[in-house]
């Protein structure tokens, strides 16, 4: 996607919230963190564009409307909706990086020194490869999951890594694997000063953008070696259908008390209640488990494709 698509992307946004959903110039400004001006412009664009006609003659408006049901239905900061490519099948990594990285440029363009955290996951990674270079050193990046598997491999989708080589800034990484070997292990772990002191940099952290895992044999959890399969069918056995940061959580979005929660080193979610949680997920698969974070109220913000979007209107 060009940039000239994502303007006109933009527009189509501005166009029906304005003409559709009758919002003042100023609210459009506050939704889409663009200035009044900025919103008269994408308004001109969208009329010189053909798309404002008896309604909005674009694929994004649909989007839109979906975007507005999910944002009210869950009191949500932002919700941004990208088409889903039928060319594509499941796989909408690419448009959700696009939307995601727009996202994460806004916050670090920023002057001000800014600490910001970062989950993991295929989409998580391609927003951070999308993101162009800025020069930021005065920010800090975070890890808020640990980066290696039981067997010592790397974690192949950690973009806190990535992200500050293209913005110069600091980084923090979580010294542990995602789920501990024991509850000893993970004790010890949390335990350590050095994982004190990361856990406190989280803190201070002012947004973090995270994936949101499916439990079942495709999840990757189970996948990259983090669960064995005794511990996935436990989770199963348990009704998990997805996890934030690896802690696993049912259909409503209530954390579950596993063996393998109980061994889970990310830090923990009801720290971020305070925090602005944005989620970056999607594919039909997903579906249930971004349900599950929304009904939890885990998630402050959501980018999304039209798919989930879809199911989650369905099934709100």
């Not at 309604?55 to 408006?61: C, R, T």
């Not at 974690?155 to 024991?182: H, W």
């Not at 923990?268 to 999607?282: C, D, H, I, K, T």
């Amino acid at each position: 996607m060009d940039k000239f698509e994502v303007k006109l992307d933009q527009a189509a946004r501005a166009a029906w919230l304005s003409h559709v959903g009758g919002r003042t110039q100023d609210e459009i400004a506050a939704q889409l963190g663009v200035s009044r001006p900025g919103v008269q412009r994408l308004l001109a664009l969208a009329r010189q564009e053909g798309l404002v006609k008896v309604h909005i003659d674009h694929p994004i408006a649909q989007c839109t409307a979906l975007s507005q049901s999910i944002r009210n239905a869950f009191d949500l900061g932002f919700c941004d909706v990208v088409p889903a490519d039928a060319d594509a099948g499941a796989d909408n990594a690419h448009y959700l990086a696009v939307a995601g990285a727009e996202r994460l440029a806004r916050l670090l363009e920023r002057s001000e020194p800014l600490t910001l955290s970062l989950g993991t996951g295929r989409s998580v990674r391609a927003m951070v490869e999308s993101l162009r270079r800025l020069d930021r050193p005065q920010h800090r990046i975070v890890s808020l999951v640990g980066n290696i598997a039981r067997d010592g491999s790397a974690n192949r989708y950690d973009g806190v890594m990535l992200l500050a080589d293209k913005t110069g800034s600091e980084r923090f990484l979580l010294p542990a694997p995602v789920v501990a070997g024991s509850v000893q292990e993970k004790e010890a772990l949390l335990g350590q000063p050095l994982f004190q002191a990361i856990a406190g940099v989280a803190h201070q952290s002012e947004a973090a953008f995270i994936g949101v895992g499916r439990i079942d044999r495709q999840a990757t959890l189970f996948q990259d070696h983090f669960i064995s399969e005794a511990e996935l069918e436990e989770l199963l056995e348990r009704e998990a259908v997805g996890e934030l940061l690896g802690w696993p959580m049912n259909a409503h979005g209530e954390l579950i008390d596993c063996s393998t929660s109980w061994r889970v080193t990310s830090l923990p979610l009801s720290m971020f209640r305070n925090q602005e949680m944005v989620a970056l997920a999607g594919g039909r698969s997903k579906a249930p488990a971004i349900l599950a974070a929304l009904r939890g109220g885990w998630l402050k913000s959501l980018v999304t494709d039209e798919q989930v979007a879809r199911y989650i209107v369905e099934h709100a």
